[in-house]
C-alpha cells in the first residue's frame, strides 16, 4: 500500500499579481496600434512602444504633451473628443500629425471611456491610434476619382452640383457661370477627336488659371460650369464671365493656331435659400441667348 501526500504551494499574492501585470504588458506592446490610458485629468496612466512610436512622444505627462504635433485644423476636433469621452461617450475620430522626416501623418483615433469598478464614474479613458496614412491616401484617391472628369481633370457633373449647393447653402453671393464652347465638333471634324481632347484640356486649364477659389466643372461635352463665391453683385459676376470668355478666346496651337470662343451664360443670387437647379438653369439660359447671337458675348440671366 502507497501513501502519497500532495502538498499545494501557493505563490504569493503579490507573484501572482506580477504574472497578470507581466502578461498584460506583453499584450499591450504586442498590439499593432498605440494604446495612452489617461486619467480624468487628462495626465497619463501607460503608453506602450507603439503609441510613442506614431506620435515621436516617448515623455510628457500630460496627453497633450504627446500629441503636440497634431495639427492645428484638427486640434480642436482632438480637444472636444477627449472632453467627450471623459464625460462618458466613445469617440471615433481623424487627426492628422506632423512628423519630422515623415511628413504629414493621417492617423484614426479611437476614445473609450474607463469607468469605476462599481461600473458608475468616469475613472480616465483609452486612446487606441492607429496610423493610417496609406489607407488615407488611397482613399483620397478613389474619392478624387469620383469627383473628377478623367479628362480635364475638372469637377464632375455630380461634385460641381454639389460645390452650387454648398455655395448657395454658405455664402452672401454666387456667381453660376454656364460655358459652351462654340464649334467645337468642326475641330473634332477637322483636327480629329485627339485635337478636340486637347482643347478641352487647354480651356479647363484656362478657366482655372482665370478664377480664384473657384469651383471648376465640366458637365459633359464642351460645357463646363464655373461656381465662384463671395460675388457681391450681378455686375461683378457677368465682369467674370466676360473675362473667361476672353481667356478662353486666346488662341491656341493646335494642329495650327486656332481661335477658340466659346457662348457664356452667367446667373448670380445672394439668396441662401436658392434653387441650385434654377440657378443652373438660368445660366444655361442666358448661355443660349448668347449662342444664338452667334458671338461669344456674356449675358446675365
Same mark, same amino acid.
Given at each position: ?50 503609441? /510613442? &512610436? +506614431?506620435?515621436?512622444? %516617448?515623455?510628457?505627462?500630460? @496627453?497633450?504633451?504627446? *500629441?503636440? #504635433?497634431?495639427?492645428?485644423? !484638427? ?64 482613399? /483620397? &484617391? +478613389?474619392?478624387?476619382? %469620383?469627383?473628377?472628369?478623367? @479628362?480635364?481633370?475638372? *469637377?464632375? #457633373?455630380?461634385?460641381?452640383? !454639389? ?139
Amino acid at each position: 500500500m502507497v501513501n502519497t501526500e500532495i502538498v499545494l504551494i501557493d505563490r504569493p499574492p503579490d507573484d501572482r499579481t506580477s504574472v497578470s501585470t507581466q502578461l498584460l504588458h506583453h499584450l499591450w506592446e504586442a498590439l499593432p496600434f498605440g494604446i495612452a490610458q489617461i486619467d480624468t485629468d487628462h495626465r497619463i496612466v501607460f503608453t506602450n512602444d507603439k503609441f /510613442d &512610436e +506614431i506620435t515621436g512622444r %516617448a515623455d510628457g505627462e500630460h @496627453l497633450a504633451d504627446r *500629441l503636440d #504635433r497634431v495639427r492645428p485644423a !484638427d486640434q480642436l476636433a482632438l480637444d472636444k473628443a477627449v472632453r467627450t469621452v471623459l464625460a462618458g461617450d466613445d469617440v471615433e475620430i481623424e487627426l492628422s500629425m506632423t512628423r519630422p522626416h515623415l511628413g504629414v501623418r493621417r492617423c484614426s483615433a479611437v476614445l473609450s471611456t474607463l469607468v469605476g469598478r462599481s461600473g458608475y464614474g468616469t475613472t480616465g479613458a483609452l486612446l487606441c491610434l492607429t496610423d493610417i496614412t496609406h489607407q488615407a491616401r488611397q482613399r /483620397d &484617391e +478613389i474619392l478624387h476619382l %469620383a469627383m473628377h472628369d478623367d @479628362l480635364t481633370k475638372c *469637377l464632375n #457633373r455630380p461634385a460641381v452640383l !454639389d460645390a452650387l449647393a454648398a455655395a448657395c447653402a454658405d455664402d452672401t453671393g454666387v456667381a453660376v457661370i454656364f460655358i459652351d464652347l462654340d464649334e467645337f465638333k468642326a475641330v473634332n471634324d477637322t483636327y480629329g477627336h485627339a485635337a478636340g481632347d486637347s482643347l478641352l484640356v487647354s480651356i479647363a486649364d484656362r478657366l482655372r488659371q482665370s478664377t480664384r477659389n473657384a469651383s471648376i466643372g465640366r458637365l459633359g461635352g464642351d460645357e463646363f460650369l464655373v461656381i465662384a463665391r463671395n460675388v457681391p453683385s450681378p455686375e461683378h459676376a457677368e465682369h467674370l464671365g466676360r473675362r473667361l470668355a476672353r481667356a478662353v478666346r486666346r488662341p491656341l496651337h493646335l494642329c495650327g493656331t486656332i481661335r477658340p470662343s466659346a457662348s457664356v451664360g452667367v446667373a448670380w443670387s445672394a439668396d441662401p435659400h436658392a434653387d441650385p437647379s434654377a440657378l443652373v438653369a438660368r445660366a444655361d439660359a442666358a448661355m443660349y441667348q448668347a449662342k444664338r447671337r452667334r458671338h461669344a458675348h456674356v449675358t446675365v440671366g
